[in-house]
């Protein structure tokens, strides 16, 4: 394992409420990245970042935000959660273009 | 159009057969991957390919670049092969290794 842990597992929310979803990393992996899996339309990028404090966003970016504010932390916020967001997300990790990714073991959240 | 398309959907085998995943791409690329989904849920890379061919076990990806196609074969089947296999891209260009997905194709091995 690539030493990638994602907090929490599993969470029920209610339309409105704000979430952070973490992500920890063990291995000073530089690209850290958010995805979301629903089903089809398999694995989407939400946003990723290539640095402390350097974030871009992904394809399906709308209604969350990110923040790195250290190497190994990488958090996902909806603001105001809707029940669009219900998904599966995964957090994976990396040396950038041309190197593997690690994936995290993924939260489910439920919006309802 | 998806920009990464996979076939089949879904597959079922008997255990001992060959098996072989197809995915296609309509975007220049500098990598492909092939990604496990465990029937859990997690998540595994199995092979980083931009040319030629990669073996791993009873695993084989080979990718065409000119005709923008990926395959990955599974020799001698076995029922913990089970999983979704997705195929995902890296852009040409990208350095981030920002990634686009395939839907998945779910395979189920019969013992």
């Known amino acids: 394992d690539a030493g990638i842990t994602q907090s929490p597992r599993h969470k029920v929310t209610e339309t409105g409420t704000p979430v952070t979803l973490r992500c920890h990393q063990t291995?000073?992996?530089?690209?850290m990245y958010w995805y979301r899996q629903d089903p089809g339309h398999g694995l989407r990028l939400i946003h990723y970042?290539?640095?402390?404090?350097?974030?871009d966003k992904g394809e399906v970016s709308d209604g969350y935000s990110v923040s790195r504010s250290k190497t190994e932390d990488f958090l996902l916020t909806l603001e105001s959660a809707t029940s669009s967001q219900t998904s599966v997300y995964f957090c994976?990790?990396?040396?950038?273009?041309?190197?593997?990714?690690?994936f995290g073991p993924g939260t489910r959240l439920l919006v309802l | 159009k998806n920009e990464v398309e996979q076939s089949p959907q879904n597959l079922t085998a008997q255990e001992g057969e060959f098996i072989t995943i197809n995915c296609s791409y309509s975007?220049?690329?500098?990598?492909l991957h092939w990604l496990q989904q465990h029937p859990g849920g997690g998540i595994v890379s199995l092979f980083m390919?931009?040319?030629g061919k990669k073996k791993h076990g009873r695993l084989i990806a080979t990718i065409n670049i000119q005709e923008k196609h990926s395959s990955l074969h599974i020799t001698a089947s076995h029922p913990r092969d089970s999983a979704v296999y997705i195929c995902?891209?890296?852009?040409?260009?990208?350095?981030?290794?920002?990634?686009?997905f395939g839907k998945g194709t779910k395979l189920s091995v019969k013992p």
């Open positions: 994976a990790i990396g040396g950038g273009a041309q190197e593997t990714q690690y």
């Open positions: 975007v220049g690329i500098s990598a």
């Open positions: 291995e000073n992996h530089r690209y």
């Open positions: 995902a891209v890296e852009n040409y260009g990208g350095s981030q290794g920002n990634l686009i």
């Open positions: 970042s290539y640095g402390v404090k350097d974030t």
């Open positions: 390919l931009s040319s």
